[in-house]
Protein backbone atom coordinates (compact mmCIF):
# COMPACT_ATOMS: atom_id res chain seq x y z
CA UNK A 1 0.00 0.00 0.00
CA UNK A 2 3.12 2.33 1.25
CA UNK A 3 4.59 1.39 -2.37
CA UNK A 4 1.75 1.94 -4.24
CA UNK A 5 1.21 5.01 -2.75
CA UNK A 6 4.91 6.32 -3.13
CA UNK A 7 4.50 5.61 -6.99
CA UNK A 8 1.79 7.11 -6.96
CA UNK A 9 3.64 10.58 -5.75
CA UNK A 10 6.49 10.31 -7.80
CA UNK A 11 4.38 10.07 -10.69
CA UNK A 12 2.55 13.59 -9.89
CA UNK A 13 6.16 14.81 -9.21
CA UNK A 14 6.61 16.00 -12.66
CA UNK A 15 3.52 18.07 -13.03
CA UNK A 16 4.00 19.62 -9.93
CA UNK A 17 7.37 20.68 -10.84
CA UNK A 18 5.93 22.42 -13.69
CA UNK A 19 3.44 23.75 -12.17
CA UNK A 20 5.06 24.98 -8.55
CA UNK A 21 4.95 28.37 -7.45
CA UNK A 22 7.38 30.17 -5.19
CA UNK A 23 6.09 31.07 -1.99
CA UNK A 24 7.52 34.27 0.47
CA UNK A 25 10.97 33.45 1.52
CA UNK A 26 12.04 31.39 -1.56
CA UNK A 27 9.96 28.07 -0.71
CA UNK A 28 8.32 26.43 -3.68
CA UNK A 29 5.41 24.74 -3.09
CA UNK A 30 6.25 21.12 -4.10
CA UNK A 31 8.83 21.45 -0.51
CA UNK A 32 5.23 22.44 1.60
CA UNK A 33 3.86 19.46 -0.34
CA UNK A 34 7.09 16.81 0.25
CA UNK A 35 6.89 17.59 4.40
CA UNK A 36 3.32 16.28 4.22
CA UNK A 37 3.97 12.79 2.35
CA UNK A 38 6.05 10.99 4.75
CA UNK A 39 5.53 7.54 3.89
CA UNK A 40 7.65 7.98 0.77
CA UNK A 41 11.29 8.82 1.96
CA UNK A 42 12.91 8.09 -0.93
CA UNK A 43 10.81 10.71 -2.82
CA UNK A 44 11.27 12.87 -0.17
CA UNK A 45 14.78 12.63 0.02
CA UNK A 46 14.99 13.46 -4.15
CA UNK A 47 12.29 16.04 -3.60
CA UNK A 48 14.67 18.38 -0.84
CA UNK A 49 16.77 19.18 -3.83
CA UNK A 50 13.99 21.41 -5.36
CA UNK A 51 13.93 23.57 -2.44
CA UNK A 52 16.22 26.57 -1.77
CA UNK A 53 15.42 26.48 2.22
CA UNK A 54 17.49 24.98 4.44
CA UNK A 55 16.99 21.64 5.89
CA UNK A 56 17.37 22.79 9.52
CA UNK A 57 17.69 26.25 10.33
CA UNK A 58 17.11 26.25 14.18
CA UNK A 59 19.85 26.71 16.79
CA UNK A 60 19.60 26.03 20.33
CA UNK A 61 21.61 27.92 23.55
CA UNK A 62 23.63 25.77 23.64
CA UNK A 63 24.60 24.91 20.05
CA UNK A 64 25.11 28.21 19.74
CA UNK A 65 27.51 28.26 22.73
CA UNK A 66 29.43 25.83 21.19
CA UNK A 67 29.48 27.50 17.78
CA UNK A 68 30.86 30.72 19.59
CA UNK A 69 33.38 29.02 21.61
CA UNK A 70 34.94 26.98 18.42
CA UNK A 71 34.56 30.50 16.34
CA UNK A 72 32.81 27.91 13.79
CA UNK A 73 30.00 30.44 12.65
CA UNK A 74 29.39 33.81 12.34
CA UNK A 75 26.48 35.82 14.17
CA UNK A 76 24.46 38.28 13.26
CA UNK A 77 22.27 39.97 14.98
CA UNK A 78 19.42 41.61 12.55
CA UNK A 79 18.26 44.22 16.11
CA UNK A 80 18.19 48.13 15.85
CA UNK A 81 21.28 49.21 16.94
CA UNK A 82 19.02 51.07 19.88
CA UNK A 83 18.10 47.56 20.60
CA UNK A 84 21.19 46.25 21.88
CA UNK A 85 22.21 49.46 23.84
CA UNK A 86 19.06 49.03 25.76
CA UNK A 87 19.22 45.55 26.42
CA UNK A 88 22.37 43.97 25.24
CA UNK A 89 23.99 41.80 22.73
CA UNK A 90 25.86 38.52 22.24
CA UNK A 91 29.53 38.65 22.35
CA UNK A 92 31.01 38.29 19.66
CA UNK A 93 27.56 39.14 17.26
CA UNK A 94 27.89 41.84 14.05
CA UNK A 95 25.03 43.95 14.44
CA UNK A 96 23.52 44.44 10.69
CA UNK A 97 19.51 45.85 11.12
CA UNK A 98 16.98 43.44 9.39
CA UNK A 99 16.15 46.11 6.84
CA UNK A 100 19.81 46.43 5.88
CA UNK A 101 20.32 42.39 5.51
CA UNK A 102 19.83 41.84 1.85
CA UNK A 103 22.14 44.71 0.78
CA UNK A 104 24.78 44.09 3.33
CA UNK A 105 25.01 40.43 2.12
CA UNK A 106 26.10 41.84 -1.49
CA UNK A 107 28.72 44.32 -0.10
CA UNK A 108 32.24 43.86 -1.07
CA UNK A 109 34.50 42.36 2.44
CA UNK A 110 35.61 45.96 3.21
CA UNK A 111 32.56 47.81 2.80
CA UNK A 112 30.51 45.40 4.84
CA UNK A 113 33.88 45.45 7.46
CA UNK A 114 33.54 49.30 7.37
CA UNK A 115 29.69 49.65 7.84
CA UNK A 116 29.04 46.93 10.69
CA UNK A 117 32.83 46.58 12.36
CA UNK A 118 32.93 42.78 11.72
CA UNK A 119 34.12 40.31 8.91
CA UNK A 120 31.79 39.73 6.04
CA UNK A 121 30.54 35.86 5.65
CA UNK A 122 30.78 33.96 2.82
CA UNK A 123 28.63 31.94 0.95
CA UNK A 124 29.95 28.69 2.72
CA UNK A 125 30.37 30.16 5.88
CA UNK A 126 27.92 28.88 9.30
CA UNK A 127 25.78 31.85 9.96
CA UNK A 128 23.71 32.22 12.68
CA UNK A 129 21.28 34.84 12.68
CA UNK A 130 19.94 36.34 15.97
CA UNK A 131 17.10 38.76 17.06
CA UNK A 132 15.03 39.56 20.23
CA UNK A 133 12.42 36.61 19.97
CA UNK A 134 13.57 34.54 17.06
CA UNK A 135 11.34 35.66 14.29
CA UNK A 136 13.07 38.86 12.53
CA UNK A 137 16.12 36.59 12.46
CA UNK A 138 13.78 33.97 10.69
CA UNK A 139 13.48 36.60 8.14
CA UNK A 140 16.60 37.34 7.34
CA UNK A 141 17.35 33.71 7.37
CA UNK A 142 15.52 33.58 4.24
CA UNK A 143 16.75 37.14 2.66
CA UNK A 144 20.00 35.26 3.11
CA UNK A 145 19.04 32.19 1.59
CA UNK A 146 17.73 33.39 -1.54
CA UNK A 147 20.86 35.43 -2.00
CA UNK A 148 22.93 32.06 -2.49
CA UNK A 149 23.84 31.83 1.43
CA UNK A 150 23.85 27.93 2.51
CA UNK A 151 24.43 27.47 5.67
CA UNK A 152 22.34 29.61 7.67
CA UNK A 153 20.37 28.88 10.85
CA UNK A 154 18.16 30.96 12.94
CA UNK A 155 18.99 31.10 16.55
CA UNK A 156 14.94 30.93 17.79
CA UNK A 157 14.86 31.90 21.57
CA UNK A 158 17.22 34.93 20.52
CA UNK A 159 18.66 37.47 22.96
CA UNK A 160 15.64 36.97 25.63
CA UNK A 161 16.78 33.04 25.95
CA UNK A 162 20.27 33.93 25.49
CA UNK A 163 19.96 36.39 28.82
CA UNK A 164 17.70 34.40 30.46
CA UNK A 165 20.51 31.21 29.81
CA UNK A 166 23.46 33.42 30.86
CA UNK A 167 22.02 34.04 33.79
CA UNK A 168 21.49 30.60 35.15
CA UNK A 169 25.44 30.11 33.90
Given at each position: MALRRCWRFAAVVPRL?????????????????????????????????FSSAPQSTDVSYEQLKQLLSGRKAVV??????????????IPGSINVPLAQVGNALQLDAEEFNEKYGGEMPQQTDNI???????????????TAAS???????????GWQDWSKN???D
Open positions: LWNSTVLPGGRSSVSSLVNTHHDCKHTELLLRGIDVREPWELREYGSVFTCLAGIRSKNALDLGYKDVHNYLGEQQ
